[in-house]
């Protein structure tokens, strides 16, 4: 079965940006973005989504991706 995974870590990482920033930049607790940086959220808020592109000048493409489940 297919699932969606967010690879925010590897996002945020390539262009130097912090959880911490991005917090701010997306009005998003930092708990909330740490969350979504470790990958441990499992129902995804389309909301706290929308902030992040937008905080982020990015597209959802950019932030989720779709694998095979046990990928790693």
């Known amino acids: 079965m ?3 995974r967010l690879k925010l ?3 945020l990482d ?3 940006i912090s959880r911490y920033e991005l917090a701010q930049r ?3 607790k930092y ?3 740490d969350g979504y940086y470790k990958n441990t959220v499992v129902r995804y808020d389309a ?3 929308s902030r992040i592109i937008t905080a982020l000048d990015c597209d959802l493409t950019d932030i989720l ?3 095979e489940n046990g990928e790693a």
């Open 31 to 33: 708990q909330t973005i």
């Open 14 to 16: 390539e262009r130097g």
């Open 2 to 4: 297919k699932q969606v």
């Open 47 to 49: 909301y706290n989504l």
């Open 26 to 28: 997306s009005k998003i």
């Open 65 to 67: 991706e779709v694998v």
């Open 9 to 11: 870590d590897r996002y």
